[in-house]
């Protein structure tokens, strides 16, 4: 069993910055793809972004491409999400996603492709 844990969720203006981390326990990390998917109230989960497990490959949704960035410590079992310019549209529920047995150079960008996920962190922007 893969166990997630996300954080630095919290309040930000438009235009800030943020950094969001996935530590996860249960499995060799290097053999897990990852990736990070969103919800907005009364919306479906959305995709974010996804390392594969050799972090050689990334993937972004349109909305979020040339803003955020995907990253991986494997020394630190952890994911991160680097958020810049944020929006009030980038206001969701953020979650941390993790799969295994997949190829080494490929991103996974389905969440019903995903057998573990985080808890979820709060990320709020403001006007």
């Known amino acids: 069993q893969v166990q997630l844990i996300e954080s630095g969720g919290r309040l930000v203006q438009v235009g800030g910055s943020l950094r969001l981390a996935c530590v996860t326990s249960g499995r060799t990390f290097n053999l897990l793809t990852m990736g990070w998917f969103r919800q907005a109230p009364g919306k479906e989960r959305d995709f974010v972004a996804s390392?594969?497990?050799?972090?050689?490959?990334?993937g972004y949704s349109d909305s979020v491409r040339g803003r955020f960035t995907i990253s991986r410590q494997d020394a630190e079992n952890t994911v991160y999400l680097q958020m810049n310019s944020l929006k009030p549209e980038d206001t969701a529920v953020y979650y941390c996603?993790?799969?295994?047995?997949?190829?080494?150079?490929?991103?996974?960008?389905?969440?019903?492709?995903?057998?573990?996920w985080g808890q979820g962190t709060q990320v709020t922007v403001s006007v």
């Open positions: 390392i594969s497990r050799t972090g050689s490959t990334t």
């Open positions: 996603a993790a799969e295994e047995g997949r190829g080494p150079h490929t991103p996974v960008v389905v969440p019903g492709q995903y057998s573990y």
